[in-house]
Structure formats: C-alpha cells, structure tokens
C-alpha cells in the first residue's frame, strides 16, 4: 500500500513538474522581441566582374552638367535657413568642378565653389559671413574653424567642391599597379526594417559584399592600408550602394551613398542614382544631392571658364594656406586694401 502511494506521489510530481515546463516554455514561445535583428532574405549573388562592371558609367564619365540640383545640408549647428537649396553642377575628368547653390525659388546665391588640382576657391555670399576662401584640397583647416566659433560649424564653411567630385568622378580601380591589391569579404550591417510589413522599432540585418582596396605595406612597415571600400548591396542584386575613401593614417574621410537608380537623360537608358548623400564626419555636415530627370548630362562639351571662379564681388579675402592671425586680433593693416576694405589680394592676403 506504501509502495502504490509513493509510485502516486512520484507520477504526480512528474507530470506536475511537466505541467509547469510546459506553461514557462509556452510563456517564452509567446514573447517576440522585433528589435533583435533578423537576415533579410533572398540574399542575391555576384561575382567580381559582374560588381564592378556597375561602376563602368562612373569610371567613363569624363564631363557632367547638372542644371537643377536639389541639395540639402544635413545635421548643421548654424546657417538652418540654408539647409535646403537649389545647385547647379559641373565636372570634368580628374578634377576639375564648379558648385553654384542658390536659395530656392528666388535663385539668390549662397555660395560658389570650384576645385582643380588640389587647389579650391570658395565664395561665400550670405550677409553673416561673406567670405572668399582660397585653399588646399588635402590641408587640415580644422583649428581655423574652430576659432570662427559658430561660424565655422556651417557647411557652407566646412564643405569644399572635391568631396563632392570624388563621389561621382570614381577613380578607375589600380587592376595593373602591383602597389595595390583587393580582397572581398560579406558585412552584414544592421539597420531599421523599412519593409511594408514591418512592425514598429523592428530590426534587420542587410547583407552586402564589400570590396576593399589595399594599398601594400612599403618597406619596413607591418601593414598595408585600405585606401576605398565600394559595397554592393545583396539583397537588390548587388547593387553598388556606397563608397567610402580612406586617407594615409586609415581614417574616413567621405562615405558615400547612392541611391534611387534610375535614367536621368531622356535619350540614355543607363542607371545613374538620382540621390547621393556626401557624409565628411570630421567636417561635421553631410550633404545630399537629388538629379532631377532632364537636367542630366554626361560627357558633353562644357564651356570654357566654367571652373574658374574670381572675386567679383569683393568679399573679403582668405588665404587659408598663410597664418591666420588670432580670434579677434586685427590684420597688419600692410595687408588690408582701405579702398574697398577686404583683403588684398597680393601674396599676403590673410
């Protein structure tokens, strides 16, 4: 009689223990969390050859015009009337380009800008802050930014015209230079789920091929450095969808994102992004420009002087390459022209 009773109690506490595993098991079945992250699928194929035949109408691209721009700062301390405007674009094969942004509607420019062998002029026309740059392409002007205070956090201080010529003249892929290297992995990155269906705060993860350039290690040192990075996105085909250049220490200097492929030229079927976003992180702006369908051309002739840019307005002038003297210190007045009170421009100028 014992025994039988014991043999109970036991089933009994089996089937009990059963009983609560199966409601805590069922409690956890339940429970969906949407923010970790899920693969988004189908996840397409390439090879090396088929990604970087898409970058073939960059690489021979030689001019482009752009008559209509829309063009917005993004994430700017100062200048937010300016945040969104209206651009005209040229580009010539190396590096040649000239930027005009203009306020919408009105046309009234904002700023000029133009850049050719390594060297840019920038022409800054608002009432706050006018001023006609001259500089280096590849100097670091930071800590003259900082001194300008809020000033030198606008874009239109920060921004120069050959972020902008990196992102569409691509430069041709060192295939023959035994100095560089490539190698292709698969990055998943995660970001918000902008599919239809998709429940709010949910998460996924996009898988792209990402092919990076190597520049080999010189005698002596340990490693080589990655100089451009191009992804493809695998879950639109392969698509190339960002550029990112790197310089001499390893740091990003622009990442570049194109978007929204479609004709831009009414009598040419190729694929071109209407939208490409220029980020800089150590200039502190990003920029997004959108083509407009019919104010695209490529590999046209372009008029003579369209990158060259003169003081016609008799700003005041900056030579950024020259000391600059102290915030709130006055200028050697041997360097002032009193007649029309900006800088002068002989070697000098400040």
Request: aromatic share 8%; proline share 6%.
């Amino acid at each position: 009689m014992g025994r039988r009773l014991r043999s109970r109690r036991a089933i009994w506490s089996v089937l009990l223990v059963g009983v609560i595993l199966g409601s805590a098991c069922s409690g956890l079945v339940k429970v969906e969390d949407v923010t970790i992250p899920h693969l988004l699928t189908p996840i397409g194929t390439a090879t090396v050859e088929e990604m970087t035949a898409q970058l073939r109408p960059f690489l021979q691209l030689n001019t482009l015009r752009a008559s209509s721009i829309y063009l917005r700062f993004d994430d700017l301390e100062s200048a937010q009337r300016y945040r969104d405007a209206d651009a005209l674009l040229a580009l010539q094969r190396p590096d040649k380009i000239r930027l005009v942004i203009n306020v919408p509607v009105v046309k009234t420019r904002i700023a000029e800008m133009v850049s050719e062998e390594n060297r840019f002029r920038v022409a800054v026309y608002p009432t706050d802050f006018r001023r006609f740059l001259f500089g280096t392409n590849t100097a670091d002007y930071s800590e003259w930014r900082e001194r300008l205070g809020e000033k030198g956090r606008s874009a239109l201080i920060s921004a120069r015209p050959f972020h902008f010529t990196d992102a569409l003249l691509i430069r041709p892929l060192q295939r023959e230079d035994s100095r560089y290297h490539y190698s292709l992995e698969e990055t998943l990155q995660e970001e918000p789920d902008s599919t239809p269906a998709a429940k709010k705060g949910a998460r996924i993860l996009r898988s792209y091929y990402v092919l990076a350039e190597i520049q080999r290690a010189n005698e002596g040192e340990i490693a080589g450095r990655v100089t451009r990075r191009f992804w493809f996105d695998r879950t639109r085909k392969a698509l190339f969808s960002r550029q990112q250049i790197f310089d001499g220490t390893g740091r990003l200097q622009t990442d570049v994102t194109y978007s929204d492929y479609r004709p831009l030229k009414e009598s040419d079927a190729t694929l071109w992004p209407g939208s490409i976003q220029v980020s800089r992180p150590y200039d502190s702006y990003q920029a997004r420009l959108l083509f407009i369908e019919g104010k695209f051309e490529t590999n046209v002739t372009l008029p003579a002087g369209v990158f060259q840019l003169e003081n016609t307005e008799g700003l005041p002038e900056t030579d950024l390459d020259r000391p600059q003297a102290p915030q709130g210190e006055k200028q050697p007045p041997a360097l002032v022209d009193s007649a029309n009170g900006r800088a002068d421009a002989r070697p000098g100028r400040t």
